[in-house]
């Protein structure tokens, strides 16, 4: 796989695989539901209670130190259960203790420990460094210096983000399974936070629904502003690919005696000292050698009984090079096969790597006999093939995109856009054929082309969203907003389009775009008297309240 943004069966699976899963779930899944945390009081006396606190923090260095415990359970219908535990102390230090305005930190963690019997203890270091910024209450520009991304301490970066606040602007995490805004408020030393904003990733809602869930994220803060404890509790019940499946998890940090030894030796903090260290699992070796048709319905079977990451792929290989499309389609086509088993051969060709699989997904995507639901399944794997992708791929999703099945067609149009980002060697071709779309279309159609092009991250095509900021249909001024605002340039235009637009979703796009920034803006004070006049004319509530985020994180 080449740029892979992880979909949620793929965090559900690996989460089902042992502790390395249970730690990428929290990369993907640790978010707040809207309207779950209680409203803290803004009044008067509460904003100078906190100002006091400001004005009397300590703004001396810094040392800080942690202990981190991260709990994953999940059990399915049959009541069988996964659990882990990991642990680690982690210390921060300003990284110029000379100087009192630093933000930047040197970052260790040791006494790593795991319960999971998916990690070797041998495969994790005896500590690890890294490096960080902390400003306003934000930890940013978090560099583990060459850890592989699949390494379980991977999760340091998690743990900080949930540790970060910023009580004068949202801000914007991005995880595996979307984009999340998050705006905080502080009440004297304790932070809550509500979700603001979400955007998932489109293909998610085919193998994952969330029958029920609670959240709770709970932060205190030190006299000094920084970080005390986090207390983050949730439970999830989900609906994946028809199977009922419970997730409770948390993540613990109190605080501890800064150690007597922090190593700041600069070897320790080099661009790549974490390079050499490898996950090692105790699956590793599992993957299977699969030689017969018997042997790869064995092997389906076992996966999807237990999910494993490392036999999906050779499952898939086999299946596409020996196996063939009449094996697969016999599978699709048996009504009496459990569902299970046809998502999973559809996954398994996804994760193959190999480029039979464009002609055996083209082909299933292709048969009318094969019913709606593994169509679409076909249709969001022949788009993440990454590399291997191949011009039938292409070629495939361009010819469902123009037949009668809404569904399929909206479908097939949306993954153009993530084969584009997934196959850099076909981007290209699909720019060119959204740009064409996005002309030919009616207004029903203009908004599933928008969003694809969205889903392409690029900015070839900015000169012809231009105009759809001012369409007459709000959906389709909103998402125009979100992809010009990934390009610095259009940012003066959004703003001046931002004093006429009346419509409080696509401003707050505009909006929350600029805010999650880890880049600093500013606005001058001629647009700031346009936008305060602008706000006291409206009679538009919730976009009046849009104005003032916008204004009160200009001005803080």
């Known amino acids: 796989m080449s740029k892979i943004h992880r979909t949620l069966f793929f965090s559900i699976l690996t989460l089902l695989g042992g502790m390395l899963a249970g730690l990428l779930y929290f990369a993907a899944m640790n978010t707040v539901t809207l309207n779950s945390l209680p409203k803290t009081d803004s009044s008067p006396l509460v904003s100078e209670s906190n100002n006091k606190i400001e004005n009397t923090a300590n703004d001396k260095?810094?040392?800080?130190?942690?202990?981190?415990?991260?709990?994953?359970?999940?059990?399915?219908a049959s009541n069988e259960a996964t659990s882990t535990v990991i642990r680690f102390n982690l210390a921060l230090k300003q990284s110029n203790p000379d100087s009192k305005n630093s933000t930047s930190l040197l970052g260790r963690i040791d006494q790593i420990t795991t319960s999971s019997p998916a990690v070797a203890m041998s495969a994790l270091p005896e500590s690890l460094s890294f490096t960080a910024k902390y400003q306003d209450g934000y930890f940013h520009d978090i560099d583990l210096l060459q850890l592989p991304e699949g390494h379980p301490l991977f999760i340091i970066k998690t743990v900080l983000q949930h540790l970060s606040y910023n009580q004068h602007k949202p801000l914007q995490l991005q995880l595996a399974d979307g984009t999340y805004t998050f705006q905080y408020t502080r009440q004297k030393l304790q932070v809550k936070r509500e979700a603001v904003r979400i955007n998932h990733i489109t293909t998610q809602t085919d193998t994952y629904r969330i029958i029920s869930e609670s959240d709770q994220w709970n932060l205190l803060l030190q006299t000094s502003?920084?970080?005390?404890?986090?207390?983050?509790?949730?439970?999830?019940?989900?609906?994946?690919?028809?199977?009922?499946?419970?997730?409770?998890?948390?993540?613990t940090v109190d605080p501890i005696p800064f150690p007597l030894v922090f190593d700041d030796s600069p070897t320790l903090f080099a661009h790549n000292a974490n390079k050499d260290y490898t996950l090692v699992t105790s699956t590793s070796h599992k993957q299977p050698t699969i030689e017969s048709n018997a042997e790869l319905m064995s092997a389906l079977t076992a996966f999807t009984n237990a999910p494993d990451l490392y036999a999906i792929s050779a499952i898939g290989q086999y299946a596409a090079q020996h196996a063939g499309l009449s094996f697969v389609e016999d599978i699709l086509l048996n009504t009496s096969q459990d569902d299970a088993i046809k998502s999973?051969?559809?996954?398994?060709?996804?994760?193959?790597?190999?480029?039979?699989?464009?002609?055996?997904?083209?082909?299933?995507?292709?048969?009318?006999?094969?019913?709606?639901?593994?169509?679409?399944?076909?249709?969001?794997?022949?788009?993440?093939?990454?590399?291997?992708?191949?011009?039938?791929?292409?070629?495939?999703l361009q010819q469902m995109s123009h037949i009668d099945n809404k569904t399929i067609a909206d479908t097939a149009i949306l993954n153009v856009g993530i084969l584009g980002d997934h196959a850099e060697?076909?981007?290209?071709?699909?720019?060119?054929?959204?740009?064409?779309?996005?002309?030919?279309?009616?207004?029903?159609?203009?908004?599933?082309?928008?969003?694809?092009?969205?889903?392409?991250?690029?900015?070839?095509?900015?000169?012809?969203?231009?105009?759809?900021?001012?369409?007459?249909?709000?959906?389709?001024?909103?998402?125009?907003?979100?992809?010009?605002?990934?390009?610095?340039?259009?940012?003066?235009?959004?703003?001046?389009?931002?004093?006429?637009?009346?419509?409080?979703?696509?401003?707050?796009?505009?909006?929350?775009?600029?805010?999650?920034?880890?880049?600093?803006?500013?606005?001058?004070?001629?647009?700031?008297?346009?936008?305060?006049?602008?706000?006291?004319?409206?009679?538009?509530?919730?976009?009046r309240d849009k104005y003032e985020v916008l204004l009160n994180a200009t001005n803080e």
């Open 344 to 396: 999973a051969i559809i996954f398994a060709l996804e994760q193959s790597g190999v480029p039979e699989a464009n002609n055996i997904l083209s082909a299933i995507i292709l048969n009318e006999a094969i019913d709606e639901k593994n169509r679409l399944r076909a249709i969001t794997s022949i788009a993440k093939l990454g590399d291997v992708t191949s011009d039938l791929a292409l070629d495939t």
């Open 225 to 251: 502003l920084h970080p005390q404890s986090l207390k983050y509790d949730t439970f999830r019940q989900i609906n994946y690919n028809d199977q009922v499946i419970n997730i409770d998890q948390s993540i």
């Open 425 to 543: 060697h076909l981007a290209d071709n699909v720019t060119d054929f959204l740009n064409k779309k996005l002309h030919q279309d009616n207004s029903n159609n203009r908004y599933i082309t928008l969003l694809a092009i969205n889903n392409l991250n690029t900015s070839t095509l900015n000169q012809q969203v231009m105009p759809f900021l001012t369409s007459g249909h709000y959906e389709e001024r909103m998402i125009a907003a979100r992809i010009l605002a990934k390009n610095e340039q259009y940012q003066t235009k959004l703003f001046d389009h931002l004093l006429v637009e009346n419509n409080p979703s696509v401003a707050g796009e505009i909006i929350d775009a600029y805010l999650s920034q880890k880049k600093a803006f500013s606005l001058s004070k001629e647009y700031q008297s346009k936008l305060i006049r602008r706000m006291n004319t409206t009679t538009i509530t919730p976009l």
């Open 61 to 76: 260095q810094q040392k800080l130190a942690y202990q981190v415990t991260i709990n994953s359970n999940m059990t399915n």
